[in-house]
């Protein structure tokens, strides 16, 4: 027979966990700055000091704490003289803290370390004697790295002393070197010289026009059905709405996408100081030529972005894109700066695409042969942007790749004048966000420099930061050189969240299991290619 547990000893217990209920939820405050997306540790950010919590708590309720709930889920820890109260989850994203386990007692002498901040640069002062822990790396999120460790810096009130950080009373260390910007877009002529350039012409040709338009005027709401946002970054906002034709007789609509970039003005957003004209002509290049390959004739994909067009505009953000930003802060809760901000007179540029789906992270296939097949298309875009560009994307996670569904039942390539045929399985790919990109145009090398760039390369979270590393040692730190196995790299990054981590509704299929092997078996190899080229042409059988 089980042994029962008296009912006197059960309420006797009951009463205590009602008395220490209350004082357990004053030690859970969570700053409502920092929001989920920052770092997965957000609760040791969030907890109480030692010092604050001597006073709340005595050496003997601590005992009496720690016996009553050796496996105990408050969200935040706390540190009370040397006591320390064990938690599992972090009460923003409900994941568990490194190092600990569900379900097993928490060791007597364990210390949680933070893992959000950086190391400290100056070489005089990597020796000294603080009273905390080395932090030798940053905790980012997998995605849009930029656009996190800016909202980290900006939501973070730190302040140093003596080569160390104060963030409401815990000693961590930090970059003691003023915060420069992330990387600079750079051009560089391969045999001529440069010459001088007016940036801000160049571009209103490149956007067919003699002046900026009115903001208000070139997006008024009239020409603009069911606007919504769909995303943002540290560049600034996307937009998704449904364009008419105006020709009610012949009613015809597509879903656009808008790129919103601020340029030119003295105002930082979102953690950065706004791109010049010459900073964006390269984009705006490296966009319309990855589009142009659409109608290419040895090398023909529709993998990239398809950029309808490119608009310079002035003024303020239309009220209605205003009121839709809103709902976007009010749901999802915005990142980025209110576009109330700006100035009559400033400037933005607008890249207007076709709408391609949501993005990788997101999707969930019917099964890993849909995926695999994704995977094929994204291969051989690759593999043509590095014949007719020297392309190579650089950033390639999974928030960067969208998936649509298409009714079309074979996608068709050209590539060194051979023509491919992929089975699509119901999903057509497109490869977006050309911002970290490296390509060569008219024998000038575009690229974004990031040899400066060291938080980048000690932030870790996700095998992408790995990528990250693995880039910079194959490029030995020279973000001129056209090196195309980084394409590699981001293949297998990609092979794995395929493997893994992507949403799929039927898992226990002999399809499935066949193509997962597929996935598996090709990551195996994938390292031993030079080249997107070269993966492509072992998948295919292709000469060289």
Known sequence: MEDT?????????????????????????????VRASLNIDSSVENSKTGTELNSSFQNKESDSLESYFPMCCISTPYYCGKKKFPCEMSPITGIKLDGLECNKRIPKNTFYKKKVYFEDSLKENKNLSHNCEDHKKLLLKPG?????????????????????????????????????PFCQRKSVLKKTLLGNINFKKEILEQCQQSKPTPFDLEYATSNMLNTKKIGEGAYGEVFRYTLHNGNYSNFKTEDVVLKIIPIEG???????????????????????????????????????????????VRGKYPQHLIMVWKLYDDEKKSENDHPQIFRDDQLFLVL???????????????????????LLQVIITLAIGEKV???????????????????????????????????????????????????????????????TDDELFSATGD??????????????????????????????????????????????????????????DLHNIIFSFKSAADCLRSLFNLSQ
């Open 266 to 312: 003295s105002i930082e957003i979102n953690g950065e100081m706004q791109k010049t004209f010459e900073q964006i002509l390269s984009e705006i290049i490296i966009s319309k030529k990855m589009h142009s390959l659409r109608h290419g004739k040895n090398n023909i994909t529709n993998g990239f972005a398809n950029l309808n067009k490119v608009k310079l």
């Open 463 to 520: 095998y992408q930061y790995d990528i990250y590393r693995m880039m910079r040692k194959e490029l030995g730190n020279n973000w001129s050189t056209f090196t195309p196995k980084t394409n590699v790299l981001w293949i297998s990054y990609l092979i794995l969240k395929l493997q893994g981590k992507v949403k799929y509704e039927s898992e226990h299929t002999r399809t499935h299991k066949i193509y997962l092997r597929k996935l598996k």
């Open 352 to 374: 207007e695409m076709k709408y391609a789906g949501i993005d990788l992270s997101n999707y969930i296939f019917t099964n890993a042969e849909q995926s695999y097949n994704a």
């Open 144 to 180: 849009k790295w930029r656009k996190s460790l800016n909202t980290w810096r900006r939501t973070h009130n730190v302040f140093k002393e003596n080569g160390c950080v104060s963030s409401n009373g815990s000693c961590v260390t930090t970059i003691s070197r003023p915060i420069q």
């Open 5 to 33: 547990i008296p009912d006197e000893v059960w309420k006797d217990s009951f009463d205590k966990l009602l008395d220490i209920q209350p004082k357990l939820r004053n030690l859970n405050i969570i700053k409502h700055s």
């Open 389 to 451: 560009y020297e392309f190579e994307h650089r950033d390639l996670h999974w928030g960067n790749i969208l998936i649509e569904k298409t009714d079309k039942k074979q996608i068709l390539y050209k590539f060194n004048g051979q023509k491919l045929t992929v089975s699509s399985k119901g999903v057509i790919v497109t490869i977006i966000d050309y911002t970290l990109s490296r390509v060569t145009i008219d024998e000038c090398c575009h690229f974004n420099d990031l040899s």
